[in-house]
């Protein structure tokens, strides 16, 4: 009986040795010269006695009695890891750095960038390998990861954050659209801080909204805000004017962007999102220009936005905030003293008021991490999906854009689907844009008999200077707010920043910003921009007069 218990408590030892090893991270084509910065993460629990990890060239073992509780990191240079990612791995290959401690190494184990292996092996057993390009596909700068058995079940770059879902209950909202009341929230949550405003844009050219965060840190309001760094067409005369102004009343401005220190973490910082006091987010589809939040009667952009009131959803944006203001991609932007003005724009007949509504379910959408979140909107959607983008672009020529699909695949299962794009001419004049994408939708809702349509909007019929908005309605119950772009880069690559709400009152308040959007659009199949037809009947109703004043003339000169 002895015997049996020995046999069973060291088979219970060598299980708890062995712990479930396994490689669950690794990077093998990193920013830094020379790839000292390659790294790989295990993951397991118990003594590494016998572990081996190789290329099949080159490898190394540990230290004897070296213990695993949880996750190693072992990085080819200490010092290189630290300079990437702010911190010291738990052990270190070529270096000899005092703080980390060595691996035995056996050979030389080097990641190639585009193809390689790695093997795990105990002893002689070989316990995993993970291959490229045939596991994983390896791009400069790239985590490859492992999550429930599958290898990078979305992109991930150094420096960017992996923040989970969170979903916040009994939330009080503000919802707004711009141009008609954009504004008038803003300020308002401006000037109701006591402490603390935190500000991420992609651009800021707004002389007034700057103006009300001068009046905060006036008041004694610890005010700071993050830029993108490298925005499409570069930082604008503008921009640094606005960033001189807030800079010389004391507001600290930074710009994420590559230097030559760091990478930067994400290809553009594209949210725009505020969090006042650690008690309320503002965020929306709006970059803060004028035409974004246009002063009262003036015309701007067509836009979604809320503020949203409670701390829990407030800590979790200012964590996302705070990551994303830290590591050498983050460096300070230097303004300049030119003289601030707002441009003109036309006058417009507000329509809609702030609608303000208490107890709606929230939960954050942060990209890349959790925008996977917007095809499960799309996927729930049981009646109704309505959709209105700046615009949409395919993956591929052959694959349609993962939102889109999904929104089309609902109208098949008998879901009305609507969708509304931009017309401006800078999204109409190419070859593949929104006026072909509203063909092709429109081409194969008629081939399958779908409750599926799709408009270009007309801005001249709702003043509207652009389309900007990136939101969804479902079933009138939930709505998605958000800066994220229906593209290939902006759910994957971008940091962006939105939120679905779920609340009657607060979906049906963006239903009827988007009936009246869609209802002042001509119905285009795509022909065309908006107006077209319009066009056409003025011409041809030009041509009868002509003719019958040539009718007339005619007539008398008999």
Not at 353 to 378: M, Q
Request: aromatic content about 8%.
């Amino acid at each position: 009986m002895r015997r049996i218990v020995a046999v069973i408590l060291l088979l219970c030892l060598i299980a708890g040795t062995t712990g479930g090893v396994q490689i669950v991270e690794f990077c093998p084509d990193p920013y830094l010269p020379g790839d000292l910065d390659e790294y790989l993460v295990i993951e397991g629990t118990g003594v590494l006695d016998g572990y081996v990890l190789s290329d099949g060239e080159g490898g190394y073992r540990f230290p004897p009695g070296t213990r695993i509780d949880g996750r190693l990191t072992i990085a080819r240079s200490g010092p290189a890891f630290a300079q990437s990612h702010g911190y010291l791995p738990d052990f270190e290959i070529e270096e000899r750095t005092p703080d980390v401690p060595d691996v035995i190494p056996n050979g030389n184990l080097l990641m190639a960038n585009k193809a390689d292996e790695l093997f795990l092996y105990r002893g002689t057993t070989l316990i995993q390998k993970v291959a490229w390009p045939d596991d994983v596909c390896t791009r400069e700068g790239q985590i490859h990861y492992l999550e429930d058995g599958v290898w990078d079940p979305r992109p991930l770059f150094i420096g960017q954050s992996r923040f989970e879902p969170g979903t916040f209950e009994n939330v009080r909202v503000t919802a707004f659209a711009s141009p008609d009341c954009s504004y008038e929230v803003y300020a308002a949550a401006i000037a109701g801080a006591e402490r603390e405003i935190l500000v991420n844009v992609y651009e800021f050219t707004d002389e007034k909204m700057a103006g009300d965060l001068i009046s905060a840190r006036e008041r004694g309001v610890s005010v700071t805000v993050l830029l993108e760094g490298g925005p499409v067409g570069g930082i604008s005369s503008v921009e640094r004017a606005v960033a001189g102004a807030l800079n010389r009343s004391g507001i600290p401005i930074f710009a994420m962007a590559t230097t030559g220190a760091a990478h930067a973490k994400y290809r553009y910082d594209h949210a725009k999102y505020i969090v006042i006091d650690g008690r309320a987010v503002l965020l929306g589809s709006e970059n803060f220009k004028p035409g974004g939040y246009p002063a009262a009667g003036r015309q701007g952009n067509r836009g979604w936005g809320v503020l949203l009131e409670d701390p829990g959803l407030a800590a979790y944006f200012r964590e996302v905030y705070l990551f994303d203001l830290t590591g050498g991609d983050i460096i300070p932007l230097e303004g300049t003293a030119a003289e601030l003005y707002t441009p003109w724009a036309p006058d417009y007949a507000v329509e809609f008021a702030p609608c303000r509504a208490e107890g709606a379910r929230v939960t954050p959408i942060i990209s890349p991490d959790t925008s996977i979140l917007i095809l499960g909107l799309i996927e729930s959607a049981e009646e109704s999906i309505a959709i209105e983008q700046a615009y949409i672009t395919n993956e591929t020529t052959h694959d349609l854009n993962p939102y889109l699909a999904a929104a089309i695949d609902a109208s098949r299962r008998g879901v009305a689907v609507r969708v509304l794009l931009d017309s401006a001419w800078f999204n109409v004049e190419g070859n593949a844009d929104n006026d072909e994408m509203v063909e092709i939708i429109n081409r194969i809702a008629a081939a399958e008999g779908l409750p599926l349509e799709a408009r270009l909007a007309d801005l001249e019929g709702n003043n509207l200077d652009k389309i900007h908005n990136k939101g969804v309605i479902v079933d009138g119950r939930a709505v998605l707010v958000s800066s994220i772009n229906w593209n290939a880069n902006s759910p994957s690559f971008n940091r962006e920043a939105g939120v679905i709400i779920e609340h009657p009152d607060i979906a049906a308040y963006y239903t009827a910003v988007f009936e009246d959007d869609w209802n002042a659009s001509d119905g285009s199949k795509g022909s065309g921009a908006p107006g077209t037809d319009r066009l056409k009947i003025a011409a041809a109703a030009c041509i009868l007069a002509a003719l019958t004043g040539l009718y007339i003339y005619r007539r008398r000169r008999t």
